[in-house]
């Protein structure tokens, strides 16, 4: 029976099905359903590990003791696993491994739009990219048994709109996967100059043979249709030109590294015009120009951002002219305009922790190098407290190097910012290099007892693992005081008096601090504030006071400041705003 | 087979995910070929979302075009606004008159326009109205106005599927404890929907 499913729910059904039992990830959208899905069976095992490099080792683990095994991370996240991943290159698999990386396209949750097709190119690892979730199941299936044949790890591509996008799936019975036995081979598993050179040229061979492969394999489909268009395309560019286009020929490409040559040359020579349609780089094109074959792409596709039918559909329009459906009207009449209407940004949600603490940062103007969770959106307005955000864990190290930079008193008013997920994934090596090079900068902690933008993810600093089983929880006053911290202060930021003196003593003092600032997310399912605020009207002054919180419950209109009941959580952060005791039950 | 092209616009945190989820069951078991196009991560903090609902006898993209839209249905009188440039000429719009401001409104910066909704009444547009908070309120809960929302489009007779068809989906897309009253906000959208 065919059920409808998100493109990460079937790569987690197909690496199941496909005989996988171990799976280690790090949240990060558009890719966290894949492992959050695993974690729904009781047969396989799976983990949140602190980051993704840590994730690729333990699938290469598995992999190496006879498992089929499986990492999941969105596209900058194989930024921080990229270290094993040129290595295990090398030493190959022992039972079938996948890398699934979701690349994000548009930027819907990603500080950038980095095409991680290269990465498989310069690692020499294979790539699959499946284009609907059916194909997510397949292809991950294929996947595991493929990187047994070919002795490599397997790198599986998703952008979001295949990772987050349902469509229709039908499962086939699980394989009944035995371990494979467990050899101890330190030419295949050690790593050092003497025997990896040994390894190169294993990985040389096996591209060839996976060019090969490339050549026959029905992963690379033609579909004929009209001559005088040939179209190549992978993934969710295939579905947009194909809507486009019905009537043109296709060069489907589901191995996208090693590319088919061969293939490629034939389609060309059979086609009139030859055009490549993919978001992001140049990846393809660059590759059939290589080949000295005539190709139209990029010069009439954007690099940036994610492409759609329409795009597609006026880009090769001329080109297409004969071949289009007679009924597709290129003109539609636009609705009544309402003219220029305002921007609903994403916002802290009302009760947010993390509002109180960038309320407080912006009221001592401090500069604050911040880093990626929901706590990025105090950069925007109404708080506009943050300087930076580069990559995770670069909140600490960017204070240290202004610190470095601009010497101790520009330190006194500088703030390194993450979260607790954060600061566990890469931001403690960060507190080392302050200690240990004699910084002073102060470090904050925001620690929300979850990985929040992901969705609700616990982390080491929780105590509950990805089943929410009870574990063992890092304290993280005890690791910072470890690391050398000396000064680690634990505070709650909805206590604003006490928050600002402490962040104006640690600031001050000429020695590494953390401060720990303690409050869970307003979302997670045992925080009950109780009933909501109301502004009693006759004791509001409409100061607006309360206004410079910037919570989306409290609202500016005509005849005064309400609050709005349906958005209102009851934290009372805005009642120690007011001077009037104006925000009442 | 006739297909639809569905936009779902909103709020994050309205449930607009859960309302994709019940129309694309619906399709499915009304035997159609089904894409449904999701927004997780940041945009869900209070943002503006909208999620595609497509369904057919085969689809291939997961989104919708601008102006390839047959429905939007719209859980905020501004959203409607937004994306109004994606709706066919002939297209249906239905709204939940409920406003809520964005951050730039709040902080002052800019005014929410006024009269959207008599505007849409008085335009050519198809566009339905209504106050789905206040329907779902007196069901038992205000989250419910995802479901009045869909009953509507029901109602219209929108996509061809039969009334019980989409109870069936509700009920398999919703808590258990909540299917009492999430069915009668889907009884009430129908109603709605029918008589227009």
């Known amino acids: 029976m065919k059920r409808l499913m998100l493109g990460n729910e079937a790569v987690a059904h197909g690496f199941r099905d496909g005989g996988g039992t171990v799976a280690s990830a790090y949240p990060g959208t558009p890719s966290t359903e894949i492992t959050e899905n695993i974690a729904k069976f009781d047969d396989v095992y799976s983990e949140w590990a602190p980051n993704e490099k840590v994730a690729t080792e333990v699938a290469i683990g598995a992999s ?58 310069s690692a020499h690892v294979p790539m699959l990219e499946p284009a609907d979730s059916q194909e997510c199941y397949d292809f991950t299936r294929e ?17 979001t709109r295949i990772a987050h996008s349902q469509s229709l799936v039908e499962t086939s019975p699980r394989e009944d996967y035995k371990l494979k036995e467990y050899k101890k081979d330190f030419r295949k598993y050690v790593m050092m100059p003497g025997m990896a050179k040994v390894r190169h040229q294993v990985v040389e061979k096996r591209d060839n043979d996976l060019r090969e492969f490339a050549e026959e394999t029905e992963l690379n489909r033609i579909e004929w249709g009209s001559r005088e268009v040939g179209i190549i395309c992978s993934g969710i560019a295939y579905q947009y030109a194909k809507e486009a286009y019905p009537k043109a020929s296709f060069l489907k490409l589901g191995l996208v590294y090693p590319l088919p040559e061969k293939k490629i040359a034939d389609f060309a020579s059979q086609v009139k015009t030859l055009i490549v349609v993919e978001e992001l780089e140049p990846y393809f094109e660059d590759h059939i120009k290589k080949l000295g074959i005539k190709v139209i792409g990029k010069e009439r596709l954007t690099l940036q951002g994610e492409l759609s039918t329409n795009m597609v559909r006026n880009s090769f329009a001329d080109i297409c002219a004969d071949i289009v459906e007679e009924d597709y009207r290129q003109d539609f009449k636009q609705p009544a305009a309402f003219g220029n209407i305002p921007q609903r940004p994403p916002v802290m949600c009302p009760g947010c922790p993390h509002r109180a603490a960038f309320f407080v940062f912006k009221k001592l103007g401090l500069t604050v190098c911040g880093d990626i969770g929901c706590y990025t959106l105090g950069a925007l307005p109404p708080s506009e407290a943050m300087d930076t955000c580069v990559c995770m864990g670069a909140s600490i190290g960017m204070a240290h190097g202004m610190e470095k930079a601009r010497g101790k008193d520009f330190a006194k008013k500088t703030i390194a910012v993450l979260g607790d997920s954060t600061f566990i994934h890469s931001g403690i090596t960060g507190l080392i290099d302050i200690v240990y090079n004699k910084g002073v900068s102060t470090v904050v902690i925001l620690d929300n007892s979850i990985t929040g933008m992901t969705g609700h993810q616990h982390n080491p600093t929780t105590g509950f693992t990805i089943k929410n089983e009870p574990t063992k929880q890092v304290d993280l006053e005890k690791l910072c005081e470890a690391i050398g911290v000396s000064r680690v202060r634990i505070c709650d930021p909805f206590d604003l008096k006490e928050f600002e003196k402490v962040l104006r003593e640690e600031t001050a003092v000429e020695e590494p601090s953390v401060v720990i600032s303690q409050r869970p997310c307003a979302l997670l399912k045992n925080v009950h504030y109780g009933a909501p605020y109301a502004i009693d009207t006759e004791k509001c002054k409409k100061c607006s006071s309360c206004m410079r919180l910037g919570c989306p419950a409290i609202v500016k209109k005509d005849d005064g400041i309400m609050i709005n009941n349906a958005l209102c959580c009851g934290c009372g952060l805005c009642t120690k705003m007011c001077a009037f005791g104006a925000i009442v039950r | 087979m006739q297909g639809m092209n569905i936009m779902i616009v909103g709020v994050g945190g309205q449930g607009t995910l859960l309302a994709s989820r019940v129309i694309g069951g619906a399709a499915l078991a009304a035997g159609y070929d089904v894409k449904v196009s999701e927004v997780h991560g940041m945009s869900q903090r209070g943002g503006s979302v909208v999620t595609y609902v497509r369904f057919g006898q085969k689809v291939n993209s997961p989104l919708v075009d601008i102006g390839d839209a ?112 999430n069915l009668k906000a889907f009884d009430m959208g129908f109603e709605r929907g029918s008589c227009k």
């Not at chain 2, 249906?92 to 849409?120: F, H, R, W």
């Not at chain 2, 809960?141 to 029901?154: P, S, T």
Request: with cysteine.
């Open chain 1, 143 to 159: 996947a595991l048994k493929l990187s047994e044949r070919f002795d490599t790890p397997f790198l599986l591509r998703l952008t």
């Open chain 2, 70 to 181: 047959d429905l939007i249905l719209s859980f905020e009188a501004l959203e409607a606004v937004r994306f109004l440039k994606y709706l066919k000429p002939q297209g249906t719009l239905i709204v939940n008159e409920q406003q809520i401001d964005p951050m730039p409104v709040i902080a002052g910066a800019e005014k929410y326009p006024e009269g959207i909704i008599d505007s849409l009444k008085k335009s050519d547009i198809n566009a339905i109205t209504l106050d789905a908070a206040e329907i779902a309120t007196q069901c038992g809960d205000i989250r419910a106005v995802n479901i009045v929302l869909i009953g509507v489009m029901a109602g219209l007779g929108l996509g061809g599927i039969d009334r019980e068809i989409w109870r069936d989906s509700v009920a398999k897309c919703v808590p258990q404890k909540a299917l009492e009253l």
């Open chain 1, 64 to 121: 190496v003791a006879g498992a089929r095994s499986i990492c999941a991370m969105k596209h900058v996240g194989l930024n921080v696993a990229a270290d094993p991943l040129f290595t295990v290159s090398y030493t190959g698999v022992n039972g079938g491994m996948i890398i699934a990386v979701a690349d994000d396209p548009g930027m819907h949750s990603s500080q950038n739009e980095q095409d991680s097709r290269y990465y498989a190119r």
